[in-house]
């Protein structure tokens, strides 16, 4: 299958994945109930009517977030590969289809959320379903009681990121044809200190912003 195929099958089911949660989970009914204490009836109507209004931006960004992500775990992963100096010649287009591939994984965090929500754990707020992360350690956590600049790295040490992080290290071994703790080495290097480089930024940002 071509790369490309890979791309608007991740798109697709990611936007599939965001209608389903914004029904099945009632989103805007959780929206009502988190706004009615700050604001009147009239102005969270308002407010659901624009938002609504403008959903199809949300659905428009959604397929460039997915391509801006995996061209940067791509661009990661490419510079890696010229580090190590290895002589396999490879394609950007190649990593970019690693990455890619990578996307499902965080596609079923995204399900796993959903079917917890909906069978499991049935009374939730907005709050709630917007800072939970699955398989994560923030789950351990009261994060209530964490500082905000805190929670996303936290959130970010899950099982799924896990998953995502060794279905790279396969793609590339499987690119490069080299010893699979060559590939987990430089995944490890590349990807590790571009994710850790870009929660640093999530986390200064959130620092300005508070």
């Known amino acids: 299958m071509k790369t490309s195929h890979y791309y608007f099958l991740v798109v697709f089911f990611s936007f599939i994945l965001t209608i389903t949660i914004k029904y099945l ?4 009914e959780l ?7 700050k604001l009147t009836k009239e102005q969270i109507e308002n407010y659901l009517e624009l938002q609504d209004k403008w959903i199809w931006i949300g659905y428009l960004i959604l397929p460039i977030i997915i391509l801006l992500r995996s061209a ?7 510079l890696g590969y010229l580090f190590y100096d290895i002589t ?47 398989l994560s350690y ?26 995502y992080f060794f279905v790279l290290v396969y793609g590339l071994h499987k690119l490069l044809q080299n010893k699979y703790m060559k590939s987990f080495e430089i995944v490890a290097v590349s990807y590790g200190t571009g994710l850790i480089i870009w929660m640093g930024l999530i986390m200064f940002l959130i620092l300005n912003m508070s």
């Open 72 to 78: 940067f775990v791509s661009l990661c992963l490419n």
């Open 25 to 28: 989970l009632n989103l805007d």
């Open 31 to 37: 929206t009502y109930s988190s706004l009615s204490e």
């Open 88 to 134: 396999n010649e490879i394609k950007f287009k190649q990593f970019f289809r690693i990455a890619v591939i990578g996307e499902f994984v965080l596609l079923t965090a995204g399900c796993f959320k959903l079917i917890y929500f909906y069978f499991i754990k049935t009374d939730f707020s907005l709050e709630q379903l917007q800072q939970f992360q699955p």
């Open 138 to 163: 923030t789950n351990f956590l009261d994060i209530s009681k964490l500082k905000p600049w805190l929670v996303y790295p936290l959130q970010t040490i899950n099982l799924f990121e896990i998953g």
